[in-house]
């Protein structure tokens, strides 16, 4: 297959970018999206240029490093899936295909493809963990719990932050991410020492990161690769209206 780039080339934050051609040269429909990128830095390197920069770690959809646009969708046409999970054969030869970093006030571009996704790490620091002590596995799993509570807890335990929720959301909200977080430790019985306590603190951090709020439309669903439904977001809008009033008194 011969495909035909358009990548956002951008060297630093506060450099200017732009979009740059490039030719992607006998790519077999079997690679992944970032083995046919390998091919094309191998090239530029050979030529002394250089390669185009785009983050990634494990290439099996689990640590959520990957990720940006390809012709405006986030991670590509095939849902439910990463870039590292999207597969050549899923385009024509000879089509092209624009490639840009998620565009988002709260994900500042590090270079090229590559954003600086710290303000997740921040949401989740204010609040994303438990600091009771629980005891090893075999205690925790001493704990009854209804099977639909833990379905629903480690359905919304999937999200792996790569940020494709920011990057389809018109007012590029972290909602959906930030339920999910939310949402995992607010439906298991480890969580409820500082349920109240947490919602506030990760919702209040997501808003000061600058992400915008949300206007349920569901673009943030359509694209996640881990299918995280919206309904987190009802549940967090509902912790944190319950949390406030709480702390009200």
């Known amino acids: 297959m011969r495909i035909h780039l358009r990548v956002w080339r951008q060297a630093s934050s506060a450099a200017k970018g732009e979009l740059v051609a490039y030719v992607a040269n006998d790519i077999s429909p079997d690679m992944s999206f970032l083995e046919m990128l390998d091919v094309v830095n191998e090239g530029l390197i050979r030529k002394g240029e250089d390669p185009i920069a785009f983050d990634s770690d494990c290439r099996e959809g689990i640590c959520g490093a990957c990720g940006f646009l390809i012709d405006g969708l986030a991670h590509g046409p095939v849902r439910a899936s990463t870039v590292c999970q999207l597969h050549m054969r899923s385009f ?15 994900f500042p571009v590090i270079k090229d493809l590559v954003v600086d996704r710290g303000a997740f790490d921040r949401i989740i620091q204010a609040g994303g963990y438990t600091s009771v002590n629980v005891g090893g596995a075999q205690d925790g799993n001493a ?31 972290a909602a959906l991410f930030t339920s999910a977080k939310v949402s995992h430790l607010a439906l298991l019985p480890q969580g409820q020492v500082e349920r109240a306590t947490r919602v506030v603190a990760m919702v209040d951090r997501h808003d000061a990161e600058g992400f915008g709020s949300c206007s349920n439309e569901g673009e943030c669903e359509a694209v996640c690769p881990k299918e995280i439904s919206i309904t987190n977001i009802a549940r967090m809008n509902r912790e944190y209206v319950k949390a406030t009033l709480l702390r009200g008194r």
């Open 92 to 106: 024509a030869d000879g089509d092209t295909l624009t490639l840009e970093p998620w565009r988002a006030k709260a």
């Open 143 to 173: 704990i009854l719990i209804p099977k639909s509570t833990v379905e629903q807890a480690m359905d919304s335990a999937a999200c792996i932050g790569c940020g494709a929720c920011v990057a389809a959301c018109k007012n590029a909200s």
